[in-house]
């Protein structure tokens, strides 16, 4: 029987520690305002990721035409938490649960094509070991 929810997507492998280099991770975007899990109102620069990740900043990168890490993106903050994509055919997120994935705060939907168009499904990141 197939769960119902959303649908299971294939994610690539997050290679590496973040804390130690960039990793590649797939990034998506999110624009629904409020209060982050840290209590924090959404805004521009706020980053949903796994709950061990909160509070610590993080430097985020494109991806170069040659697939090493590109151009810097900006410095964002890890305020929030989220489900993400489902990725073990259950109908529920869990791509940022298990950090697999990030969602960027944008302010609209049209923000989150436009960053969609510009990076791609995936950035590469690194956490920063700072006060975000």
């Keep these: 029987m197939e769960a119902k929810g959303l649908r299971q997507v294939k994610l690539e492998e997050v290679k590496g520690n973040p804390f130690e280099d960039p990793v590649k ?4 975007c999110y624009c629904e305002n409020g209060k982050t899990a840290t209590g924090k109102q959404t805004r521009y620069g706020i980053v949903a990721g ?8 993080l430097e985020i990168n494109a991806i170069a035409e040659d697939g090493s890490v ?16 489902d990725t073990d055919g259950d109908g529920k997120g869990d791509s940022i649960k298990k950090g697999q994935s990030i969602d960027v705060w944008v302010a609209s939907l ?3 094509y436009e960053w969609r168009d510009t990076y791609g499904d995936y950035v590469y990141m690194k956490i920063i070991k700072s006060d975000g």
């Design 70 to 85: 590109g151009e810097l993106v900006g410095l964002f903050e890890f305020q929030d938490t989220g489900a993400g994509m």
């Design 25 to 28: 991770i797939r990034c998506t």
């Design 110 to 112: 049209r923000d989150a």
């Design 50 to 57: 796994k709950k061990e990740w909160l509070g610590y900043t």
